[in-house]
């Protein structure tokens, strides 16, 4: 599971440890037509809770 948080703006970012090196990643929104990532979170659940400090989780669930 990757878990994340809810920055004062209320932009979800994860950290992450790669190798010892930590990472912010941030999460992007788009208007527009699913980013071709999208797809890479196919069997995943995306839970955000959102306001400062909340937690970002995406979960690999069974078979829809």
Do not use: H
Not at 11 to 35: C, K, M, N, R
């Amino acid at each position: 599971m990757i878990t994340g948080i809810v920055n004062a703006d209320f932009e979800p970012i994860i950290p992450l440890s790669v190798y010892g090196t930590l990472l912010t990643i941030p999460v992007d929104e788009a208007d527009s037509e699913p980013p071709v990532g999208m797809s890479l979170m196919e069997g995943y659940q995306l839970t955000m809770q959102i306001f400062e400090g909340g937690q970002v989780e995406l979960r690999k669930v069974g078979t829809v």
